[in-house]
């Protein structure tokens, strides 16, 4: 089965620390992107990677942190430096090539207690 | 910076009924601009793309058209049924890799 797996579903963490969320993709694709959802608000771009070992940061990147050492997996970090990180954050791939379409995994759910 | 806007926010038809959906850019420079599903608390389905050359893609009951002079787009859904309720996005692909979504509209179909 092909796909973008995200996990865990539900992450709970305390004010101070740091999470790390999971995205992982078996679709060939060298391009993943992270988003955050609000209630109310379209998706935001937090960080991008075209490529292995490279990515780019989003509209609103301050606050996260990101890893692309393997075209698979594409981590992301909450750091505590983030002031509301509450929110329903989206994982998505694409392959490259201009007009390809993203796909984007089942999402995690981050509650700061 | 591209702005994509989706009205309503908010629509309730009954089962069987055609519907149309909008979604607005201000930056004509597109590649491509693509629909989603998103059930609640899931993540996003791709329901169509449309490539900035084309005019229209089809697939099954939906229709998703594009117009990229005048900056908009529609989704046709024929048939409404309940299972068509959920909420519907569309995104852009401007110059550049970013994607720009709308806010999305939550549909209601009622049995």
């Known amino acids: 089965d092909g796909g973008i797996t995200q996990s865990p579903k539900y992450l709970f963490r305390k004010e101070g620390q740091n999470v790390t969320l999971s995205c992982e993709q078996n679709l060939n694709h060298d391009a993943m992107y992270w988003y955050r959802q609000d209630p109310g608000q379209g998706l935001r771009l937090i960080y991008y990677?075209?490529?292995?070992?490279?990515?780019q940061k989003g509209d609103i990147a301050e606050g996260y942190s990101v890893s692309r050492e393997k075209k698979e997996s594409f981590p992301l970090t909450v750091t505590s430096a983030q002031k509301n990180p509450t929110a329903f954050y989206l994982c998505a791939s694409r392959a490259s090539g201009t007009y390809n379409e993203q796909f984007f995994g089942p999402g995690t759910r981050l509650t700061v207690l | 910076k591209q702005e994509v806007t989706q009205i309503p926010a908010a629509l309730s038809v009954p089962e069987g009924e055609n519907l149309v959906l909008n979604c607005s850019f201000t930056?004509?420079?597109?590649?491509?601009l693509q629909w989603f599903r998103q059930d609640p608390g899931k993540g996003l389905t791709s329901l169509l793309l449309?490539?900035?050359?084309?005019r229209e893609q089809t697939s099954g009951r939906l229709n998703a058209s594009l117009d990229k002079s005048s900056g908009r787009s529609t989704l046709y859904i024929a048939a409404s049924q309940p299972g068509d309720s959920a909420t519907y996005l569309c995104a852009v692909r401007s110059v550049g890799n970013q994607f720009y979504f709308g806010t999305g509209t939550s549909l209601t179909v009622i049995p």
């Open positions: 930056d004509s420079a597109i590649y491509n």
């Open positions: 449309i490539q900035s050359s084309q």
């Open positions: 990677s075209q490529i292995v070992n490279d990515f």
